[in-house]
């Protein structure tokens, strides 16, 4: 049974809290996207895929994800341990040495959950591709899911692979764009504008569907079932995922300075008494 909207929202606290706080003990970090991608993560994994239970690498039966900008690695991991694929008390080992759950997710530790290794940008949709097309030659008809960054797609080797997907109708992958308008640098139009992401999908044969709440569960839930009422149809579908960086953190939101820097204790302190832990669950 899926949980209802008030236990999504209690859970969506819970990973905030873990996010500050596996970056917050090592110091190191991206918590601004992993923030701003939580409400997605949660939805995703709780309410959107269809999943099995257990997990191995194949995936057969069962849509899959790809996180194709890893240095968002602390809400994955967070959703992944409370989404019960590893024990949550795993989390407090992040970017430890010998530690499974690394800064960039990685698969020559066997963690489960984790299908790619991302810690180079712009590959995950290319993967992504191969397995869709995998499930289509399998005669498997679940889908397949991708996140990336806006400013992510910067990288060439997108543009590749959203040509391909397209002119392969590739139409069982759903690619969602973390639209936050930020970067490491800067905002996405000053380090360098891609103008209408719609516009360029379309232009490459996709269909494009905004979710302009895209830190609203319910809207989140609402936009990705249209997404995927569209596949199926001879095209892949890009959801456009308009997010605030740093989101659920006040003095982290409305800035490019928290992707990929760690809270002080002071600032530690803050952001948790803004992120009660009301839903039963517990901090690691």
Known sequence: MKPNTQQLNDLIIQVRRDILRMVHAVNSGHPGGSLG????????????????????????????????????????????????YFPVSELATFRLLNS?????????????????????????????????????????KHIVYTL??????????????????????VDNLIATVDLN?????????????MGSLRAK????????????KGNDVEAIIGGMAEAKARTGKGKPVCVLLHTEMGNGVDY?????????KAPNDAQLENALGQNYNTGGNSDY
Request: glycine residues 12%; aromatic residues 10%.
């Open 181 to 193: 308008g930020k970067q490491i640098d800067g905002t996405t139009d000053e380090v360098l504008a």
């Open 148 to 169: 990336h960054g806006d400013g992510e797609l910067q990288e060439g080797q997108n543009w590749e692979a959203i040509m391909y997907a397209s002119a392969k109708n």
């Open 37 to 84: 991608c939580t409400e997605f993560l949660v939805a995703l994994y709780q309410n959107i895929m269809e999943r099995k239970e257990g997990w191995d690498m194949d995936g057969v039966g069962e849509d899959l994800f790809f996180l194709s900008n890893g240095h968002i690695s602390p809400v994955f991991y967070s959703v992944l341990a409370r989404s019960g």
């Open 100 to 140: 499974r759950l690394q800064g960039h997710p990685t698969t020559h530790d066997n963690l489960p959950g984790v299908r790619i290794a991302s810690g180079s940008l712009g590959q995950g949709l290319s993967v992504a591709i191969g397995a869709a097309q995998a499930k289509k030659l399998n005669n498997d």
């Open 252 to 260: 982290m939101m409305y800035s490019h300075a928290w992707h990929g």
């Open 201 to 212: 999908f379309e232009a490459f044969d996709w269909e494009v569907v905004e979710i302009t």
